[in-house]
């Protein structure tokens, strides 16, 4: 597992703002952070400064910096009230593989897209692995735990209102762990790096996602070998066909519970 050591203190996750009326609310933070491989700079995202060890390694994972996290030596969080920078080490092994892809791509992410800055579209239909040759399969009564437990466990979205959740349930829909973000990638990448940092197994649970299912969040899933996803909102056409590829069960919420969509 990565040394994981922090430098300085990262803004808070959110702040206190006022309306015209003077009526007080929260609002959640975004902030750059900035991902560092060996002294390579490699991309800029814009998050919420939580969990931060978490989405270093998720990020690292599901971009195929690395393909597991001892692949990392040590992840060093330089933060500061303009942001939070990852110095992160990485085995040599890994250098050639990365220098190839970041002359390929070169990333300044919104929250609101997991794919800013390519340079090759050809990247979008790259084959994704299928994670299984059945299907999982993920009852009616397990989805509908897991919704329903996930809004008490989120306390930034509580505060706020306003942030997306990525979940991991287990097969009888008991949510074991949460991560909150404004960007919907980004949760999901911090719940799959801690994931990946407790060793758990990809079979036995399913992704829960507070938001739409959307081609991103389909292939970092099928990256890191999740079976199912359930989503709140429709998927798009392309999640459709990307999960169809990877054989990845895809659930959408619908007026009477989830319907199985791909």
């Known amino acids: 597992m990565p040394i994981v050591r922090s430098f300085g203190e990262p ?156 979940a991991w349930a287990g097969l009888d829909g008991a949510v074991r762990l949460v991560r909150e973000d404004v960007g919907r990638h980004n949760a999901l990448d911090k719940l799959l790096g801690a994931l990946a940092l407790a060793g758990a197994d990809m079979r036995d649970g399913f992704v829960l996602m507070s938001s739409r299912c959307s081609y991103e969040i389909v292939e970092k899933a099928a990256r890191r070998g999740v079976r199912a996803v359930a989503a709140i909102s429709a998927p798009t056409a392309f999640a459709l066909r990307k999960a169809r590829e990877a054989n990845i069960a895809l659930y959408a919420r619908a007026a009477d519970g989830f319907v199985e969509v791909a």
Not at 54 to 61: H, I, K, R, T, Y
């Open 11 to 166: 803004p808070p996750a959110d702040s206190a703002a006022r309306l015209d009326d003077g009526a007080a609310w929260r609002v959640p933070e975004e902030t750059p952070v900035a991902f560092v491989y060996n002294g390579r700079n490699y991309a800029v995202m814009l998050a919420t400064p939580l969990d931060l060890a978490d989405f270093a390694v998720g990020f690292s994972l599901t971009e195929r910096v690395v393909d597991a996290p001892d692949e990392i030596a040590a992840i060093d969080i330089h933060a500061s009230e303009r942001g939070v920078e990852f110095r992160i080490g990485i085995e040599a092994a890994r250098l050639e593989r990365f220098d190839v892809r970041q002359q390929r791509r070169n990333i300044v992410g919104r929250t609101g897209c997991g794919v800013c800055g390519l340079e090759n579209a050809e990247t979008f239909f790259e084959t994704l692995p299928r994670v299984a040759e059945e299907k999982q399969k993920v009852g009616a009564a397990a989805l509908a735990r897991a919704l329903n437990e996930l809004p008490s466990r989120q306390p930034l979205n509580e505060r706020t209102r306003t942030v997306h959740a990525a």
